[in-house]
């Protein structure tokens, strides 16, 4: 291996590394482009194994104090200012309803070091990206505790060499080296691709318990993360023999191959993302090992390629080499930042893209690399910083603590920290019927005669405190059967998810049959269900099938001789005011009229026209006046959170159309 102690060719390889990050975050088409990180960790691997062994060839020894020195410098100052600076800014920009709480929570991950652990409960890519300003920084703490690892690695490494010898020593490395690879590989691979599997195992229960899936363990664990970093250290073994040189006149090929896996990668985790094969699922694991493969060879074939390594030496790709580390920190907050105050747009696009390289230059310039040449606080060691940094974020911590629940109560005129459970979900105080699978609390008085009933999927759920309310003041008893994600349809319909479903919906025909309800109000979230194509179907007939189902429904439902109402979904504002709303923009976002009916304009026509086929469906309710004027439509009326997301209402929106719902009642069984 060269004597060379720095690697021109590796600052470029960072610079496409952190391109295919952003492109990525920034929403743009390159889904494959999470692969960065992945190749990140090789290259992370592979510079900080370099260095060491220098280090030893050098001084026949190793400094554990120095190495963590070098890598706090390195590493630390950006963190803390970032991570700071974004908690501050989150009290004007961000919702005090999560986001600025998870903030504040991601500071203090950020000051340990332990971000990915606390977002191991959580599916990384179905994050909404206005909830967590700091998500990327589980990335950094999966690279920190390599870190604390490989001095441990090196230590045990020295002692073999001490007592056996260079040789014995050398196998014994590389016995290693591959074995973690293989194991670390395999298990980020099952993890990822047979999660059901290793459910089923005993020992996995304990994280399964904490809402730990194998495949955000994979995603987010060291553990399964370990082969990426240590593909970077086998390179620069294999460096280090000199038989590796008679294989120079090979580099060439090698390089473009390992640049055609990383493209092939890229190209593969785009066409499939893997996260978009289901709710749970982490990444492309084949895409992954494309990208770790490419990134080891390029770094192996570029000790030895003069002419194309000049393709990863031009000078912009340089100089974005030496900024990506700072890039890297700050284009996340920045384009959280972006679309919670401006939403997404192609404008916006490119301002993050502007704004991530400008920030990035100037912490480079004037914060990391400063500290890290020891030209700012050169006396300071490693453990002043670590317990500085540690100790802002602790006050930071406790100080948004009692920031946010005032900026709540500014905004909305309640704490965020409140949780509001609908009646549906809190403890029966009265009577309570079970039939089987179905069951309901009866609210209202045992002098009330008459009965109505709701019965639906989360939306029936979510419109229960309205319902109820509207039921009693008429003095009639109130029941309410919600099942989330199973619409309320008959009991063989084609939309049906689970077995359990099925007997739900069974059991609440039979009662419906036995209590003869004065009424049934049907809300269920239908767009829900019509919003991919149903197996062989286009969304057309899917749409159409919905239909079909919802009028064999009406069909039995007439047959038992029942009085129906159909409340459809209250309109689909795109975005969450929970992540919306802010010291900055109090009422959260707006959008016009037009625009919010059209999203469910298809399937509510769909049901319209079912109902009017059966005289036993007295009304079609729709919410869209409730919430929309002439020209737009809101989720927030006064101070009052009217959705608790984008699809159901809040307990304060349920009561919100609680009157409309007595009246529509009221005129239909008086």
């Given at each position: 291996m060269k004597n060379s102690v720095f690697r021109i060719d590796v600052?470029?390889?960072?610079?496409?590394?952190?391109?295919?990050?952003?492109?990525?975050?920034?929403?743009?088409?390159?889904?494959?482009?999470?692969?960065?990180?992945?190749?990140?960790?090789?290259?992370?691997?592979?510079?900080?194994a370099s260095s060491t062994f220098r280090e030893i060839d050098r001084t026949h020894a190793f400094s554990w104090q120095n190495f963590l020195r070098r890598r706090v410098r390195r590493l630390l100052p950006g963190v803390a200012v970032v991570s700071i600076l974004v908690t501050a800014a989150s009290i004007l920009l961000l919702s005090p309803f999560g986001p600025q709480q998870t903030t504040s929570q991601m500071l203090v991950g950020a000051a340990t070091y332990t971000s990915n652990f606390m977002l191991m409960s959580r599916n990384y890519f179905s994050l909404d990206p206005k909830s967590n300003p700091l998500m990327h920084f589980w990335s950094l703490a999966v690279e920190e505790q390599f870190y604390l690892v490989w001095p441990l690695a090196i230590a045990a490494l020295l002692y073999v060499r001490h007592r056996l010898g260079r040789a014995f020593s050398a196998i014994v490395v590389w016995l290693m080296v591959l074995l973690t690879i293989y194991i670390t590989c395999r298990l980020f691979v099952w993890f990822s691709v047979e999660g059901p599997t290793v459910n089923d195992y005993s020992w996995f229960r304990p994280l399964i318990e904490r809402d730990i899936s194998p495949q955000r363990f994979a995603f987010y664990s060291?553990?399964?993360?370990?082969?990426?970093?240590?593909?970077?250290?086998?390179?620069?073994?294999?460096?280090?023999?000199?038989?590796?040189?008679?294989?120079?006149?090979?580099?060439?090929?090698?390089?473009?191959?390992?640049?055609?896996?990383?493209?092939?990668?890229?190209?593969?985790?785009?066409?499939?993302?893997?996260?978009e094969q289901g709710a749970d699922t982490a990444t492309n694991s084949s895409a992954t090992i494309l990208a770790v493969i490419g990134?080891?060879?390029?770094?192996?074939?570029?000790?030895?390629?003069?002419?194309?390594?000049?393709?990863?030496?031009?000078?912009?790709?340089?100089?974005?080499?030496?900024?990506?580390?700072?890039?890297?920190?700050?284009?996340?907050?920045?384009?959280?930042?972006?679309?919670?105050?401006?939403?997404?747009?192609?404008?916006?696009?490119?301002v993050a893209f502007a704004l991530s390289l400008f920030l990035g230059w100037a912490q480079f310039q004037w914060i990391e690399n400063p500290v890290r040449n020891g030209k700012r606080f050169p006396r300071a060691n490693y453990g002043v910083f670590v317990g500085a940094f540690a100790v802002v974020a602790v006050f930071v911590y406790g100080l948004m603590s009692v920031v946010t629940p005032a900026v709540g109560q500014h905004l909305a005129g309640r704490?965020?920290?409140?949780?509001?459970?609908?009646?549906?979900?809190?403890?029966?105080?009265?009577?309570?019927?079970?039939?089987?699978?179905?069951?309901?609390?009866?609210?209202?008085?045992?002098?009330?005669?008459?009965?109505?009933?709701?019965?639906?999927?989360?939306?029936a759920r979510s419109l229960s405190d309205g319902f109820v309310k509207a039921v009693n003041d008429q003095g009639r008893n109130a029941m309410v059967f919600s099942y989330p994600g199973c619409g309320f349809l008959i009991e063989d319909s084609v939309f049906t998810p689970t077995a359990e479903c099925r007997a739900w919906r069974?059991?609440?025909?039979?009662?419906?049959?036995?209590?003869?309800?004065?009424?049934?109000?049907?809300?269920?979230?239908?767009?829900?269900?019509?919003?991919?194509?149903?197996?062989?179907?286009?969304?057309?007939?899917?749409?159409?099938?919905?239909?079909?189902?919802?009028s064999r429904t009406l069909e039995l439902l007439s047959q038992m001789g029942t009085s129906v109402v159909i409340t459809q979904p209250p309109p689909l504002i795109k975005n969450d005011l929970r992540y919306d709303i802010s010291l900055l923009h109090q009422d959260g976002a707006?959008?016009?009229?037009?625009?919010?009916?059209?999203?469910?304009?298809?399937?509510?026509?769909?049901?319209?026209?079912?109902?009017?086929?059966?005289?036993?469906?007295?009304?079609v309710l729709s919410f869209d006046n409730l919430f929309c004027d002439e020209s737009r439509c809101s989720q927030k009326f006064g101070k009052l959170f009217l959705f608790e997301d984008a699809d159901h209402l809040s307990v304060e929106g349920s009561l919100f159309v609680s009157d409309y719902l007595k009246s529509e009642i009221s005129n239909i069984t008086d």
């Open positions: 600052q470029g390889l960072r610079a496409v590394a952190v391109l295919l990050v952003l492109l990525f975050h920034f929403e743009t088409p390159m889904k494959g482009g999470y692969l960065g990180v992945d190749m990140f960790f090789v290259i992370s691997g592979f510079v900080i060291p553990l399964t993360r370990a082969w990426e970093f240590v593909a970077g250290v086998a390179v620069v073994l294999v460096l280090r023999n000199s038989w590796v040189s008679k294989l120079q006149a090979l580099s060439t090929g090698v390089w473009i191959f390992g640049i055609a896996l990383v493209l092939a990668g890229v190209r593969w985790a785009t066409v499939v993302p893997g996260y990134t080891a060879m390029v770094l192996l074939a570029g000790e030895f390629a003069p002419f194309v390594q000049k393709v990863l030496t031009i000078k912009p790709l340089v100089i974005l080499g030496d900024w990506s580390y700072s890039v890297y920190l700050w284009h996340w907050p920045v384009w959280v930042l972006l679309i919670t105050t401006f939403n997404r747009s192609w404008q916006v696009t490119v704490n965020p920290d409140k949780i509001d459970l609908h009646i549906v979900e809190e403890s029966c105080q009265s009577a309570e019927y079970v039939l089987g699978a179905a069951k309901t609390c009866v609210y209202g008085s045992e002098s009330f005669s008459e009965t109505v009933i709701l019965a639906g999927d989360s939306l069974s059991d609440v025909f039979r009662f419906i049959s036995e209590v003869v309800p004065v009424l049934l109000v049907i809300s269920n979230l239908s767009d829900l269900y019509v919003s991919v194509p149903l197996g062989n179907y286009d969304l057309k007939g899917t749409r159409d099938a919905w239909g079909y189902e919802l707006q959008e016009p009229r037009d625009v919010v009916i059209e999203r469910r304009k298809q399937i509510n026509d769909v049901e319209v026209a079912i109902a009017a086929n059966y005289s036993s469906v007295k009304k």
